[in-house]
């Protein structure tokens, strides 16, 4: 069995996660604090988790593609993303971030607004604020959405076979050569990779509740 | 400590007007639940922003619409206890501390240990804020507060999450507190109890709009209006209209009484607390025969609500000693109830 599924999938969705875990969580507390426009920019967000990938797959076509005026602007340096490994990360990231973005805004929203005041009033700066009171009080739901957007970039098929196609050895994760081992009649193989995505799936969201019952131990709020 | 507040603030259904002086003094805000109180409060902290006006603390504008000027809560150095104590739940009570106090490590190791044994916490500093009682918590939130070296205290319905014997505790406590910071304080409450206790002054808030702040003991004796009244616990209040200098005529309770003091023109209402009444056994001056519409027994008294006989009247409420109660229940022929002139609270709008 060719590997080289496995390794791009864990690279594509290992670096599509760190995008997403911190502008996911950049946008949690963007519109968290939004006034107005917070339901626009919610939905705006969350778009992507519940339109078909293969809509979102094409939408990065149109927008990134080599005719688009981005993708144009990129070809100055003969860059382009379509059917690139970095097409796959975009891919990823487009439909997981709505996951972490969510569950790290509900964490954000169930804090007691009080302690973020008593921070404030007790001269406490921003920064400080954020790193030491906000995100270690939300860190179940962080973890929740860590671990929810790296299984979801692990098994994304839709946008990515659109935007990043299914090049053996370049651009071809676990799901897309499960979809091209069903074309090829070979349902050995498409069960063997099905097999690695499930212990895979299984495997990280177990050790999600694991940790997250652990961590809940030392501080939480609501119990 | 002077804090100069003149503040403007459009709440949803009316406008928070807060207008007053507080110095070296507890001083207190008494309103009901939703009244604009602990909005008051919030907007001294920078927590909330007023839509106008003028904030200055210790000669310090923390806040001049006027001027543009609106310090950020880390600027104001004003130490907010909340009712829920809002201790930071992923740390200690310990690193609770630490986390807050200035200075270099050695000053801010010094801060942590002076507040820990101030408020009796050297053997909780290593538990975390949810293995604390209430009474813990509070300590606590105020060893936490001392520590930031705030220049002035705001005491949010600091005993209303708590009851009976552990509330008194604290209120106990909090003269502790007080000794750190001169005694000055401001404190918003809704129980008249606490707020009379406590404070030197007080001031009465309702539907946003403050009242003149006045000494405590002289506000609950002789409230000015309506809601002071109704705020410092009188349950009798009727509707009045002025006859002449010396006379009311209380409408709702069907009365006409004799006041001890010239009756000024904007009376629209008079007061008398339920504990002022008196018994007696032959008519006079603000004497009328008495008819019992209803008698409830309380803990320590009975509250008996009486009418003039034949009137229909709003009863009035009565609060007397059980051992009165009962002696008044063996005396034979018509009773009658007295309102003493100097009881009565002359109230305007």
Redesign the interface.
């Known amino acids: 069995m060719e590997l080289s599924p496995l390794i791009i999938t864990l690279e594509t969705a290992g670096a599509a996660t760190v995008v997403t875990f911190f502008a996911g969580i950049g946008l949690a507390l963007l519109v968290v604090r939004m006034n107005r426009f917070k339901g626009l920019a919610d939905a705006i967000i969350t778009l992507p988790m519940v339109l078909p990938p293969t809509v979102v797959g094409f939408f990065l076509l149109l927008f990134l593609g080599k005719r688009s005026s981005v993708g144009r602007f990129l070809l100055q340096w003969d860059i382009s993303l379509v059917f690139t490994w970095q097409a796959a990360v975009i891919a990823a990231v487009a439909v997981s971030l709505p996951l972490m973005y969510r569950t790290a805004r509900g964490a954000f929203e169930q804090l ?1 607004p ?2 973020i ?9 921003e920064w ?1 604020i954020f790193w ?2 906000l995100v ?2 939300a860190r179940s739901g962080i973890l929740a959405g860590l671990v929810l957007s790296f299984t979801r970039a692990l098994g994304e098929f839709g946008a990515t076979i659109m935007f990043a196609g299914n090049i053996p050895g370049k651009t071809q994760t676990m799901s897309t050569a499960i979809y091209a081992a069903v074309q090829a009649n070979d349902y050995d193989l498409a069960f063997d990779w099905a097999l690695v995505i499930v212990v895979f799936s299984l495997v990280f969201v177990l050790l999600m509740n694991w940790w997250i019952a652990r961590s809940n131990k ?4 609501w119990n | 400590m002077e804090l100069i507040v003149s503040i403007r603030k459009q709440l949803r259904s009316f406008m928070l007007k807060a207008d007053f002086t507080a110095r070296d003094e507890v001083f207190a805000l008494l309103g009901a639940s939703g009244c604009g109180k602990s909005m008051t409060l919030k907007c001294i902290a920078g927590i909330e922003t007023p839509d106008s006006g003028r904030i200055v603390l210790n000669g310090r504008v923390l806040y001049d619409s006027g001027q543009d000027i609106n310090l950020s809560p880390q600027q104001r150095h004003v130490g907010y206890l909340f009712q829920n104590y809002a201790l930071f739940p992923n740390m200690t009570i310990r690193e609770n501390i630490r986390f807050v106090a200035g200075g270099t490590p050695a000053d801010k190791e010094e801060k942590v240990q002076a507040n820990l044994v101030r408020f009796g916490l050297t053997e909780l500093a290593d538990a975390y804020p949810r293995e604390l009682s209430g009474g813990q918590q509070q300590r606590a939130a105020f060893a936490r507060i001392l520590a930031a070296d705030s220049e002035l205290l705001l005491l949010d319905e600091p005993f209303s999450a708590l009851d009976g014997y552990l509330k008194w505790q604290l209120e106990l406590e909090l003269g502790k507190v007080l000794q750190a910071y001169h005694g000055a304080a401001l404190l918003v409450s809704h129980d008249r109890g606490e707020v009379y206790r406590l404070s030197d002054r007080a001031a009465v808030i309702s539907q946003g709009c403050m009242e003149p702040a006045q000494m405590t003991k002289e506000l609950f004796r002789q409230p000015q209006t309506l809601a002071a009244t109704l705020l410092t616990g009188c349950k009798n209040v009727s509707a009045a209209r002025k006859l002449d200098d010396g006379h009311v005529q209380a409408t709702e309770w069907d009365l006409m009484l004799a006041t001890a003091v010239e009756v000024p023109k904007a009376t629209h209402y008079v007061g008398v607390r339920a504990h002022f009444l008196e018994l007696r056994t032959a008519p006079g001056e603000n004497t009328y025969p008495l008819e019992v519409v209803q008698v409830i027994e309380d803990v320590f008294s009975y509250l008996v609500m009486v009418r003039k006989l034949g009137s229909t009247g709003r009863p009035i409420r009565w609060e007397l000693s059980k051992a009165d109660w009962k002696s008044s229940q063996q005396q034979q022929g018509q009773l009658y109830f007295h309102i003493p002139p100097e009881a009565i609270m002359l109230l305007q709008e």
């Open positions: 007691d009080n302690i005041h008593a921070a404030r009033t007790l001269g406490v700066s400080r030491h009171v270690p009080n030392g501080a939480a709020i």
